[in-house]
Every structure is written in structure tokens, then in C-alpha cells.
């Protein structure tokens, strides 16, 4: 079995967006040589998230982040010293990891479907991990 690991820097530039990584999540799938194989992308930032989304259609991130915000608004009664605890409580819903499957050398998703960092507390710079295990 081999083992292929690479980062990703991510320069966000908004406080909240979602950065579409998947070219070069395939770069790095290419260079590894890997055909077969289980791939693991991580984000080791608590106020920043992955996912797998809609890659065709710029309104479905903004309806996101619309939603998001919906879901978990700023409120004065957080104690957070940061004042992000909306920010924390985004990527704790989100996630952190996401698995997919290579085949073929390619990552096995859907036409329409992209993978995202998503950040919550930008701007700032973030590292992305990428693993992946096969033949």
C-alpha cells in the first residue's frame, strides 16, 4: 500500500466563504500516483469547515452562508472571549474531514459537486491535509 500526504494553504479573504479546493485536491491525487484508494482531506481549524457541495451555481454558496447565519447568529450571551463562538459552532456542524474514494486515479464525486473550505472567521490563512491510502 502506498501513502501520499500534502498540504494546502487556503488565504481566505472574506469573514465568511467558501473556497472551492477541488483542483487541487486532483493535483495532488495525480502526483501520488495513487489509482485505488481511500482519500482524506482535513482542515485543523476550529472556526473553518469542509464540504462537498454544488460547484455550478455561485448562489448555492451564498444561500449557505445565508442559512448558516440563520442557523447559528452572533448573540451577545455567548462568553467567548473571541466573539466567535457562531463561528465554532458552523464548522463543529460542518465538519472537519471528509472520505472519498479514488478510482481510476480520479476522486470519485458527483459532476456537479466540488469540495469546499468554508470559512467562518476570516480572513485568514488556513492549512489544508491531504491523505491518501491505495495502489
Known sequence: MKIHKNQLQVKTIKSQDF??????????????????????VFSPHTTGA??????????????MIYALDKAFP??????????????HLKSINLGNTLSLIVSNGLIDIGIWQGIFFCEFDGPRDRTVTVHIMGE
Open 50 to 63: 469542509l464540504c462537498i457541495n454544488e460547484n455550478a451555481d455561485s448562489d448555492v454558496i451564498e444561500d
Open 19 to 40: 473556497y472551492e479546493i477541488t483542483d487541487e485536491v486532483r493535483q495532488i491525487v495525480t502526483e501520488s500516483g495513487i489509482k485505488e484508494g481511500i482519500l482524506t
Open 74 to 87: 452572533d448573540d451577545r450571551k455567548f462568553k467567548h472571549m473571541e466573539g466567535n463562538s457562531q463561528a
